[in-house]
């Protein structure tokens, strides 16, 4: 897996700032005020920081934006970013600082100058996030991705603190790479092996296989994935964490191809769906950054793997199947294909484990992009205080999620003429009627949240944390979620 850059804390030295080679970066805060180790760049530069800090450019940056000044005379760098940053920052100006370090750095060496400033982990943090890239396909990208250091008021406290978040850029990582994957690589196969591969750091892994899934009535899941050659799954992951409580549940749609099967979608961008696992992604990121981080917790993360995929066995419009629940399905559309997933997983994970709560999150409809776009999940709840404290941590995390409504007039749309439901009912509130059709296999007292990620699994442009491609979206808010419900 791509593996965060190494970044090491050490003690300011102001004597060795002159000979630095590869990039440094520096601090300044919007009053223009230059701290101790800036003082030093810009002595050596005769005058550069502080003509900078008093120019207008300087005055128009936002908070963790920078600029870079190249060939500093009297110095052995290539060059200096001054970014913009507070005394006092917030955390995410603070990882915004890092992250605008980070696309300064490129492959090369960084030596960010942070003496001084309260939020040093934070800053690693940011830097750690946006310095991810997905080479893994590409031939001639075989450099290494060189590390960075921090000059940093002691060293061992700050790097204390950012050990968990570097467990974290771990988790979001392989999530990201989890989406990134091409589907000729990803396959249900690969998949499961890489989440068998996370026992070694102490989960429990226990993959499900199509005849144990037969036998268990998934017959709604095992239908989407009956056109393929890769073989249907079902992966359980355990994080023992806590005490005998029960735990907390995620549950993640894993379509690791969505063609839509016989109800086929337009060639135009459908190489986008080798993303559709984004919801199995983000859920074995967050069971990866628990054990990392050994949270104190018990959750369990289920998955649903399979593809999609028109084959002489695939599923067709008008089959009816019937659920593990023993509610019976009419699939009016193949490719409405997530929800048959779910149904059987979200009915599973309850049964299993009666878990505390429960969330699911999937890339499942194309209408949740068109009412929020590609900013903010959708997020949809039968429970005010769960949804609550999940849209804090999501805020606290900047991470965009907006709640979205349930309503008996879409419990109408499902009615089917030939079962006790359809998957698909046509374009209007296309996201929450997806979200009416889940609720039906979530028990009454459940609290349960459905987060509809299709808009912010993977962007066509860069963000704040992420290069364009696998944003990660959703891992830092669970696992805040789960620290602050069941660790505080
Ligand atoms: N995987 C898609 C949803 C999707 C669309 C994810 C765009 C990411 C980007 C899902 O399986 C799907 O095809 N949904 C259909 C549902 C419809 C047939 C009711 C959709 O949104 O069009
Ligand atoms: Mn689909
Ligand atoms: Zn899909």
């Given at each position: 897996?791509?593996?965060?850059?190494?970044?090491?804390?050490?003690?300011a030295?102001i004597?060795t700032i002159a000979?630095l080679t590869g990039k440094l970066a520096v601090l300044v805060s919007p009053d223009g005020k230059i701290d101790t180790l800036a003082r030093r760049v810009n002595r050596l530069s005769k005058g550069a920081i502080a003509r900078f800090a008093e120019s207008e450019a300087f005055a128009k940056l936002d908070n963790g934006a920078g600029v870079a000044l190249a060939y500093p005379a009297g110095m052995a760098c290539e060059g200096v970013m001054v970014v913009k940053l507070p005394k006092r920052p917030?955390?995410?100006e603070a990882r915004k600082a890092g992250a605008t370090m980070a696309v300064y750095k490129g492959?090369g060496v960084l030596s960010v100058l942070a003496a001084g400033s309260?939020k040093a982990?934070d800053i690693s943090?940011g830097l750690?996030?946006r310095?991810?890239?997905?080479?893994?396909?590409?031939?001639?990208?075989?450099?290494?991705?060189?590390?960075a250091t921090m000059m940093v008021?002691?060293?061992?406290?700050?790097?204390?603190?950012?050990?968990?978040?570097?467990?974290?850029?771990?988790?979001?990582?392989?999530?990201?790479?989890?989406?990134?994957?091409?589907?000729?690589?990803?396959?249900?196969?690969?998949?499961?092996?890489?989440?068998?591969?996370?026992?070694?750091?102490?989960?429990?892994?226990?993959?499900?296989?199509?005849?144990?899934?037969?036998?268990?009535?998934?017959?709604?899941?095992?239908?989407?994935?009956?056109?393929?050659?890769?073989?249907?799954?079902?992966?359980?992951?355990?994080?023992?964490?806590?005490?005998?409580?029960?735990?907390?549940?995620?549950?993640?749609?894993?379509?690791?191809?969505?063609?839509?099967?016989?109800?086929?979608?337009?060639?135009?961008?459908?190489?986008?769906?080798?993303?559709?696992?984004?919801?199995?992604?983000?859920?074995?990121?967050?069971?990866?950054?628990?054990?990392?981080?050994?949270?104190?917790?018990?959750?369990?993360?289920?998955?649903?793997?399979?593809?999609?995929?028109?084959?002489?066995?695939?599923?067709?419009?008008?089959?009816?199947?019937?659920?593990?629940?023993?509610?019976?399905?009419?699939?009016?559309?193949?490719?409405?294909?997530?929800?048959?997933?779910?149904?059987?997983?979200?009915?599973?994970?309850?049964?299993?484990?009666?878990?505390?709560?429960?969330?699911?999150?999937?890339?499942?409809?194309?209408?949740?992009?068109?009412?929020?776009?590609?900013?903010?999940?959708?997020?949809?709840?039968?429970?005010?205080?769960?949804?609550?404290?999940?849209?804090?941590?999501?805020?606290?995390?900047?991470?965009?999620?907006?709640?979205?409504?349930?309503?008996?007039?879409?419990?109408?749309?499902?009615?089917?003429?030939?079962?006790?439901?359809?998957?698909?009912?046509?374009?209007?509130?296309?996201?929450?009627?997806?979200?009416?059709?889940?609720?039906?296999?979530?028990?009454?007292?459940?609290?349960?949240?459905?987060?509809?990620?299709?808009?912010?699994?993977?962007?066509?442009?860069?963000?704040e944390?992420?290069?364009?491609?696998?944003?990660?979206?959703?891992?830092?808010?669970?696992?805040?979620?789960?620290?602050?419900?069941?660790?505080?």
């Amino acid at each position: 897996m791509t593996t965060p850059i190494s970044i090491n804390f050490v003690e300011a030295d102001i004597d060795t700032i002159a000979t630095l080679t590869g990039k440094l970066a520096v601090l300044v805060s919007p009053d223009g005020k230059i701290d101790t180790l800036a003082r030093r760049v810009n002595r050596l530069s005769k005058g550069a920081i502080a003509r900078f800090a008093e120019s207008e450019a300087f005055a128009k940056l936002d908070n963790g934006a920078g600029v870079a000044l190249a060939y500093p005379a009297g110095m052995a760098c290539e060059g200096v970013m001054v970014v913009k940053l507070p005394k006092r920052p917030s955390v995410v100006e603070a990882r915004k600082a890092g992250a605008t370090m980070a696309v300064y750095k490129g492959t090369g060496v960084l030596s960010v100058l942070a003496a001084g400033s309260p939020k040093a982990a934070d800053i690693s943090y940011g830097l750690a996030l946006r310095a991810y890239a997905f080479i893994a396909h590409k031939t001639a990208e075989t450099d290494e991705i060189q590390g960075a250091t921090m000059m940093v008021n002691n060293p061992e406290k700050v790097a204390a603190e950012a050990g968990p978040m570097a467990a974290l850029a771990e988790g979001v990582f392989f999530t990201r790479d989890l989406v990134n994957e091409p589907s000729n690589i990803l396959t249900t196969n690969d998949f499961a092996a890489r989440l068998a591969a996370m026992q070694e750091l102490g989960l429990e892994v226990e993959i499900l296989e199509e005849d144990e899934l037969a036998k268990l009535g998934m017959r709604t899941l095992l239908a989407v994935g009956q056109g393929s050659t890769s073989p249907s799954k079902v992966v359980v992951m355990r994080w023992n964490g806590g005490g005998d409580e029960a735990p907390f549940a995620l549950v993640g749609k894993g379509v690791v191809f969505d063609t839509g099967g016989i109800s086929i979608k337009p060639s135009a961008g459908m190489e986008d769906m080798t993303m559709d696992m984004g919801g199995a992604g983000v859920v074995s990121g967050v069971m990866r950054a628990l054990a990392l981080r050994g949270a104190k917790a018990n959750v369990v993360g289920v998955v649903g793997l399979v593809e999609n995929m028109p084959d002489g066995d695939a599923m067709r419009p008008g089959d009816v199947v019937r659920s593990m629940k023993g509610d019976t399905i009419e699939i009016n559309n193949t490719d409405a294909e997530g929800r048959l997933v779910l149904a059987d997983i979200l009915w599973y994970t309850q049964e299993r484990f009666t878990p505390v709560g429960m969330i699911d999150l999937a890339t499942l409809t194309g209408a949740i992009i068109i009412g929020l776009g590609h900013d903010k999940a959708g997020v949809f709840s039968n429970n005010d205080a769960l949804c609550n404290d999940f849209l804090k941590a999501a805020e606290t995390e900047d991470e965009g999620a907006w709640r979205m409504p349930f309503s008996p007039a879409y419990d109408k749309l499902l009615k089917s003429r030939t079962a006790d439901m359809k998957n698909s009912c046509g374009r209007p509130a296309g996201a929450s009627t997806a979200a009416q059709f889940l609720q039906r296999f979530v028990k009454e007292d459940m609290p349960w949240i459905h987060l509809d990620i299709a808009g912010v699994a993977l962007l066509s442009d860069d963000s704040e944390l992420a290069p364009k491609g696998a944003t990660g979206w959703g891992v830092r808010a669970l696992d805040r979620l789960v620290r602050d419900k069941f660790e505080g």
